[in-house]
């Protein structure tokens, strides 16, 4: 995300709680065009605005220094928004286009002495260090002051890194923090959990609470297993599921190439060879009667509402 973008996602989040920035913070934007550009058209400028050596609006190092320094105003202002934009900016790579070596920085913390490409490698990389200290300090912080986005990063970083370490009491307890933020990935994270321990109530509240929240996967797994014999709940969710956009009674059943030069991809009778079938039938479902009919699609309509107001 390029800083611009972050100061404009939480800008409402600034005014709303009375931080101002530098007028000239916000104003190093690129013009819109009054035409439709070509994919090739921007490549060629980028490129002949690399070649002479012009950094982007976004990437002007004086500029992003003049944007920090008004979030830093606000953020010791207590601002949560500018504590969280300031962290985004330090994790993205507007500030340095290279993460550098840690092999040279090590050589450099050891007093040998470094020139050239070795020493630019080394600095990159403290500054890289830098910055991600920058990045942790501003996002506890927001934390801290409740920024909703930041107890999500946090909780979600902590989650997939004890899920790694294969430590899942933990990443269980930071999936939950995350899910009950909102967030449908963990809520599916913790059903795989539930399922792994062989929790079957836990996975189908986890499965439910992430169909609840838009997730037509979800959905499809509860009409095929939870819900299984509940025709007018299935219906709930196949009428949810299309305000969603997707219409779980297509079938999605393909043939795709198996091997050769074509291998993955769908079939072409021209080119001949092996295949296999993949995708999904489809959900066959008995018709409800007409009132029943009318009561699922007002309750698929009420979970869409809520869906949108969360």
């Known amino acids: 995300m390029e800083p611009l973008d972050v100061v404009e996602e939480i800008r409402p989040c600034l005014i709303a709680g009375s931080v101002r920035l530098p007028d000239n913070t916000l104003s190093f934007q ?51 928004a500018a504590h969280y934009a300031l962290a985004l900016i330090y994790r993205g790579d507007d500030l340095s286009e290279e993460e550098g070596s840690s092999y040279w920085y090590s050589l450099m913390e050891q007093c040998r002495d470094l020139d050239g490409v070795q020493l630019e490698w080394a600095t990159a990389y403290k500054a890289h260090l830098l910055n991600a200290e920058r990045e942790t300090l501003h996002l506890n912080e927001a934390a801290r002051l409740g920024w909703a986005d930041a107890r999500l990063d946090i909780a979600l970083e902590k989650a997939q890194r004890a899920e790694h370490r294969g430590d899942h009491e933990q990443a269980e ?18 059903v795989w959990l539930a399922e792994d321990a062989d929790d079957v109530d836990s996975a189908r509240h986890w499965n439910h609470q992430a169909a609840l929240h838009g997730d037509v996967d979800a959905m499809r797994d509860l009409i095929d297993e939870d819900d ?54 489809g959900v066959h479902l008995e018709p409800l009667s007409a009132s029943d009919d009318v009561r699922a699609r007002a309750a698929a309509r009420e979970f869409l509402n809520r869906i949108k107001h969360a």
């Open 30 to 80: 690129l013009a819109e065009e009054p035409f439709t550009r070509s994919d090739e058209e921007d490549e060629d400028e980028a490129s002949d605005s690399e070649s002479g050596g012009n950094p982007s609006p976004s990437r002007d190092p004086a500029k992003i220094t003049l944007l920090i320094d008004g979030l830093n105003g606000a953020a010791s202002r207590g601002s949560a």
């Open 173 to 190: 307890h930071w999936y939950k923090e995350a899910a009950g933020l909102g967030h449908v990935e963990a809520m599916r994270s913790l």
């Open 228 to 281: 299984r014999g509940n025709l007018f709940q299935n219906w709930v969710w196949i009428y949810l599921a299309e305000h969603l956009g997707t219409d779980l009674r297509e079938s999605t059943l393909r043939a795709y190439h198996d091997g050769g030069l074509y291998a993955g991809q769908e079939y072409d009778d021209d080119q001949g060879g092996p295949l296999y079938v993949d995708g999904d039938e």
